[in-house]
């Protein structure tokens, strides 16, 4: 999975592939966790 910084403050939203429909298409929902450390390093962001 490819890791992209984008700064844009102190958040983190996250899209995730949870399966796929009875059609084959991919199901998609969005997580966002707020007061992300600004200073805090990629790896560590990562690894949540």
Same mark, same amino acid.
């Given at each position: 999975m #490819? +890791?992209t *910084? +984008? !700064? /844009?403050? #102190? #958040? =983190? *939203? =996250? *899209?995730? $592939? %949870?399966?796929?429909?009875? &059609?084959?298409? !991919?199901?998609?929902? %969005?997580k &966002? =966790? &707020? $007061? +992300? *450390? !600004?200073?805090? /390093?990629? /790896?560590?962001? +990562?690894? =949540?």
């Open positions: #490819a +890791v *910084k +984008v !700064p /844009a403050g #102190a #958040a =983190l *939203k =996250l *899209k995730l $592939n %949870t399966g796929t429909d009875g &059609s084959g298409n !991919p199901i998609f929902r %969005t &966002s =966790l &707020s $007061n +992300v *450390k !600004p200073t805090a /390093a990629d /790896a560590d962001i +990562v690894r =949540l």
